[in-house]
Each structure stands twice: as C-alpha cells, then as structure tokens.
C-alpha cells in the first residue's frame, strides 16, 4: 500500500482518508521500509498534508497507542510539534506547567529532540524526571498531581519504526503533527 500512495502523493493527488489509516497502519507494524517511510515523509510534505490524511493518520496511531485512564472531565496535552525552523526553546512543555499552575489537568505527549533543537524529553531529563515510567505511574500522577508525561516511545511504541527515518531525513512531516 505504501508504494501506491507515494506514487499517489508525488503525483499530487491526495489519499483518502481510509488509505491514509492503511499505509499509517503499515508503518506501524513494520510492514514499511525506512527507505519507504522516508520517501512517503518527504512526499507527502512536499505535497501537504490535508485534513482527511491527518485524520486517516491520526487514527492509525491512536489504535496502536497506549492509553492511560484520567479521570477529570477536561484533560488537555499540550504535545509540541518540533521542527519550528527557528530552533525556538521547548514552549510546549513550559505551556504544560502554566496550564497545570492553573489547575487544569494535563497528560503531555513528547519525545526527545528528532527535528528540533530540544524536546520535551530533553528538557524533563535535563531537569532531573525519569522517562521510562510506566503507564500507571503517568496515570496516577495525572490523577494526584495533576500532570503527566507520556513519554513517546513508551506509549507509541509503534512509532519506533518511523524513528530512524523522521531523524535521518530532518524534516518536518506529518510525524510531528501528530505528536510526538
């Protein structure tokens, strides 16, 4: 499937929706090869991502996550990007301890450093938090305290087989807007 939709996307012509979730689909299992990751990356941004692969995208990785239970009615993340093209500092994990100072619960999404010059995993090591927690330890301190990190490869271990790609070809593609 991924051969056709990069034949598809180099052609300019968008994927459906469905197609997206497929080809998604067989990234995150291993099907896809790190040359075929890195063609389909670097096509797709060239074209532009539009709303129904996003979703397509999005859903695809949300199958394959691994979630965690909050309990309060508005849980908000506030996964960065990366990639800013202007090697900003990490707002995104700064914005997490604002919005959790004003008592909203956050459970943030993020990743080392992959197309920018710092993560969110990098600022919260470089500050003294283990990353490899497991899932019920985010969750409980989600639920006590009232922000949690998820780091990345633990909760979207299937990810992993995009990483090397996302890193070797350095540019901003749909990976960043989906999360981390």
């Given amino acids: 499937m991924i051969t056709e939709a ?4 180099v052609q300019r012509q968008n994927l459906s929706e469905e197609a997206m979730t497929e080809v998604m689909t067989e990234i995150m299992s291993g099907e896809a090869s790190e040359a075929q990751i890195g063609a389909f990356m670097a096509a797709l ?3 532009g991502e539009t709303f129904e692969e996003l979703a397509g995208a999005a859903r695809a990785m949300r199958r394959k996550a691994t979630r965690i239970h909050a309990g309060a009615a508005t849980v908000v993340d506030t996964c960065g990007t990366g990639g800013d093209g202007v090697h900003s500092f990490n707002i995104s994990t700064t914005a997490a301890f604002v919005v959790a100072g004003c008592g909203i619960t956050v459970a943030k999404h993020g990743n080392r450093s992959i197309s920018s010059k710092c993560g ?3 600022v919260l090591e470089a500050l003294g938090m283990r ?3 497991q899932p019920e330890v ?3 301190a989600v639920n006590t305290v009232g922000i949690g990190f998820m780091f990345a490869p633990l909760f979207h271990g299937a990810m992993r087989y995009a990483a090397k790609p996302r890193k070797e070809v350095g540019i901003r ?6 999360g981390p």
Avoid: C, G, P, R
Avoid at 173 to 178: A, G, K, T, V
């Fill in 6 to 9: 990069i034949k598809q996307i």
């Fill in 45 to 47: 941004a060239t074209k």
């Fill in 120 to 122: 969110s995993a990098d």
């Fill in 131 to 133: 990353l490899d927690v």
């Fill in 138 to 140: 985010v969750e409980e």
């Fill in 173 to 178: 593609s749909i990976f960043n807007m989906l």
